[in-house]
């Protein structure tokens, strides 16, 4: 991504989300709605990763700018709930669990429509999840159905449904998972939205989007905005507030700005330059929202390959960068120093491990006692942005005081993601989806998960295997994250990465703009139904 994360457009890692998590609430973070909403008005909001759209089908894209944009047209099953700090029902009005903990069994809305005017029922969930795990479309969002009982298996051409879905009536679904889990962390993004199937199997779906969402679709110029308008049948009585959204899609950081600066945008998400900027300014100041993102930047290693296969030279290079330095001179302080995968807004984040001191001697040491006492050299495979190939610049310095040298490879992000995939990059950096699911997030160091899953580093330990195996089927929620703590503190000791931070997003409001939410899952996806404006929006004009 661009400007919610300066590690230029990166994909967020589907993730197997395998645990039943409850996020605390961070009160702190929460919207706060001074007066009533008013109805009406124009939605002015960024699409700021890229200079276009990869998709108008939910199910297709996993990128967030795009997700951003879904919000306003389509609905999941649950939702993330910025206020609680966790996934709630929103296509449901109710949910019952069974005594052995993996049967759900849901009370759908009998008033939500999709915007072709027809109401939603539980065989559009059934068809929705399905057409998810169709193994010739490779969907970004197959990972978390094929936790469904049976979805792997009709993905494999064994059964022609997923055994695990079952409609009881046209409001009531029963769903049945493999293992323990909190559904709410499988089936609240878009790319697990609910589609109508007489529209989604149009050819001009992909440009012409049909939903459950709060505002009904009017046009999408490519490269430059998509409009939508309010939808009078949204099953949210009174909501959406303003009468139309409006993205602007751009990745220039400065058009942005000077739009933001101008009244033209309601609210925009900073990057670190500006977010410094913003933060110094007695008036932009205090608009600004500080969101805890649940993503880990790192710099991974291919740990089937040497150096990186020892893991003492992995804890050398964590030993021997100085990340103070780098995240208060480079980063401008827009980020928070790593202790684990598990970022600190994770309920298994353990609060009390130290991170890995600044320690150039230890470091020596540790490469001495590994074989590699006169250095040696990598190459880091980064894309051209300040937490990328900027880091990477910074760290050169404290990695050749120990005798490491590092040499950049500037590509685009696809060509990244390819030569990672096929294991091929020694290192590279990236910025991973660590939440809101501990034991999901921890699967990227499985080693059944393909590195194109997750895991890519490639690592294997079976140790580490039994005891995300452990977090994953243990009957009781409170020990699962204990267990997810512990696998996470053992990753930690084994650094398979090198572990930089943990996203801090800002987004930036204009005083006339009330009910923007602070989503730690991806603080750029906002929650448009709540969001209105008062008397003083241009957007009212």
Known sequence: ????????GCLRSARLLLAATAISVLTQFSPVMAQDPIPGGTLHLPAPYSSALKSLDPHITYESQDMAVSKAFHRALYTWNSAENRPTLDLATAVKTSADGKTFTYKLRDNAYFHNGRKMTADDLIWSYT?????????????????????????????????????????????TFKNYLEPGTLLFEAVTAILPK???????????????????????VEGSRVVGEKFDKYYKPGQPYADRVEFTITDEYSTLDVAFRAGELDATVLSGGAYAA?????????????????????????????PFDDVRVR??????????????????????????????????FDKDRAPYAYDPEKAKQLLKEAGYGDGFEFEAMVTDGESTLGVLQAMTPFLAAVGITAKPKVVESGVLLDAINAGEAMAWFRSNGTGPDPVGALRCFDSRVSRSACNRSGYADPKFDAMIDAASSDPDPKRRIELAKEADGYIFEQAPVWF??????????????????????????????????????????
Request: hydrophobic residues 40%; negative net charge.
């Open 1 to 8: 991504m661009t400007l919610l994360k300066t590690s230029s």
């Open 500 to 541: 930089h931070n943990y996203n801090k997003a800002v987004v930036a409001t204009q005083p006339w703009v009330h009910g923007v939410d602070s989503n730690v899952t991806e603080a750029a996806i906002l929650e448009v139904d709540q969001i209105w404006l008062d008397e003083n929006a241009p957007g009212r004009q």
């Open 198 to 220: 007489e529209e989604a199997d149009k050819p001009e779906f992909l440009s012409h989007p049909v939903g459950l969402g709060p505002f009904r679709f009017v046009e999408h």
């Open 315 to 348: 804890q050398a290079i964590n030993y021997a960068v100085d990340r103070d330095i780098i995240i208060r001179k480079l980063l401008k302080d827009k980020a928070f120093k790593a202790t684990g995968w598990l970022p600190m807004t994770s309920v298994a």
């Open 131 to 175: 057409r998810i795990m169709d193994p010739q479309k490779g969907y970004p969002g197959s990972p978390m159905i094929s936790e469904i009982v049976g979805a792997e298996d009709y993905a494999a051409g064994k059964a022609t449904s997923i055994s695990g879905l079952k409609k009881i009536d046209d409001f009531t679904l029963e769903i």
């Open 278 to 306: 913003y933060k110094a300014d007695p008036d932009l100041s205090k608009g600004l929202i500080e969101v805890p993102e649940l993503f880990t930047r790192h710099m991974g290693m291919n740990v089937q390959k040497a």
